[in-house]
């Protein structure tokens, strides 16, 4: 009997696991941003930047399948993939990863040199290989068609304090083309990465399938590292200035950040080249140099679908124009909720331990400056004047501001040790008890 017994569960634990993931399975219900284990509830009153983000993934969610997500990623991967595809090695996707693409507008193979072109080429095999995943997760839906030239050059547009259809033209007498020089491509590059790597980022909450979610999680790892290699080689031409315009890259970058903070709700959530913004890592002992933007914790930012459309189709209500002019593929196509957040903080069974949680004021934050107006995007006159200095120029900023006062170190050596050594903020060498 005990026999019968034992091969009965044997079978039974087979015949789950080889079942799928199940609707409704994986992570824990929405609605409860305190805790979904008996630890909690939990204090996060100064995680304000992380309860924004997960809010607006809650409203985000809808009724949408994680299919639907991986069709709306696919048209992410494909505007970035082929775009640094194309302008790196001169090539497209091969049909595996378009299948059966529509047009596309504005292909060009960037003028570049060596050492871009290098980090470059590993960048497009890489987003391929986003793409692919998109492939491998069950995406159907071709590439869409993109625009390009359209899509760069309403940016630089409003920008630049112009309306599409105008370009920059109107200022400096030729459009923005984004194969000119290392230094236009770079940012061209880079605009659109970091929107993939807070998109990405963002997507991770919204699966149910954790297999699906750690998958989004690498590609968002991974699409952050591309981006500060190419916010490192920016930074290394942070003077040059840019063709056709007559400012810095240091400046323009300021300015394709304003934008994107600016179309992509209320929240302050990207940063410029360089950063003075002391209510986040501004680095005044270092020239402010800003390869990794995150808040003051050294998190990165997030995105959702809605906030992503908004942006790629310059404030489209029906999510066509900008790199898109016929729409995203898929049925996540449109940037309606985008500037608007889920409840889901109050809403938790109140217990006499339980700790209240909830999103700084404005009053709280203080006064912020739009970052486009009318006349265009803050006005960027030199290298420290960027987008997130909006809460005021902090010329001291330091490590105290942010927080903390580190120790002077102090001398150690670890050379006679026979043993790998950790060091400590005092100083003193401690045994990690490795052999």
């Known amino acids: 009997m005990l026999q019968i ?22 992570f824990g219900p929405t609605g409860n941003l305190r805790s979904v284990d008996s630890g909690g509830p939990y204090n996060l009153t100064l995680l304000s930047v992380q309860q924004y983000e997960t809010r607006a993934g809650l409203l985000a969610r809808a009724n949408y399948t994680d299919k639907d997500r991986i069709a709306f990623l696919t048209n992410v991967e494909c505007l970035e ?51 692919l995943f998109t492939r491998h997760a069950g995406s159907t839906v071709p590439c869409p068609v993109v625009n390009y030239t359209a899509g760069f050059n309403d940016v630089l547009a409003v920008a630049y304090g112009l309306t599409p259809p105008q370009d920059i033209s109107v200022l400096f007498g030729a459009p923005w083309d984004p194969y000119h020089s290392d230094e236009t491509y770079l940012l061209s590059v880079v605009f659109l990465e970091e929107l993939g790597a807070t998109g990405n980022k963002g997507l991770i909450s919204q699966y149910v399938n954790p297999v699906l979610a750690d998958g989004q999680a690498g590609l968002a790892a991974s699409a952050t590292a591309f981006a500060a290699a190419e916010r490192y080689l920016l930074f290394q031409r942070a003077n040059n200035t840019v063709y056709p315009t007559n400012e810095t890259v240091a400046q323009v970058f300021a300015r394709l950040s304003a934008f994107r903070d600016a179309y992509d709700g209320p929240q302050i959530d990207d940063q410029g080249l360089l950063n003075t913004d002391p209510r986040t890592i501004a680095l005044g002992e270092a020239n402010y140099i800003n390869l990794f933007p995150t808040d003051i914790r050294g998190l990165t930012f997030s995105r959702t679908p809605q906030q992503l459309i908004n942006i790629y189709t310059i404030g489209s209500p029906q999510g066509i124009g900008g790199f898109f002019p016929q729409g995203l ?58 987008i997130q200095s909006q809460g005021g120029l902090l010329e001291t900023s330091s490590y105290t501001t942010r927080g903390y006062l580190p120790a002077a170190p102090v001398p150690y050596t670890i050379a006679a040790t026979p043993k790998v050594m950790v060091g400590t903020p005092s100083g003193q060498a401690v045994d990690d008890g490795s052999p």
């Open 81 to 131: 993939g082929r775009f640094d595809t194309f302008g790196t090695l001169g090539l497209d996707f091969n049909d595996n990863l378009t299948l059966g693409s529509l047009p596309t507008y504005g292909f060009g193979k960037a003028n570049l040199s060596a050492d871009v072109y290098q980090v470059m080429s590993e960048v497009a095999a890489s987003e391929q290989g986003h793409a």
């Open 5 to 26: 017994a034992c091969a009965f569960v044997a079978l039974l634990c087979a015949g789950v696991s080889a079942q799928p993931f199940q609707v409704g399975t994986g």
């Open 329 to 386: 593929q898929g049925v996540i196509k449109t940037p309606t909720g985008f500037d608007q957040v889920a409840g889901g903080l109050d809403t938790y069974p109140v217990t006499a331990n339980a700790y209240t949680t909830g999103q700084e004021t404005v009053a709280q934050v203080g006064t912020i400056a739009p970052p486009v107006t009318d006349a265009g995007p803050y006005t960027v006159p030199d290298m420290l004047t960027i």
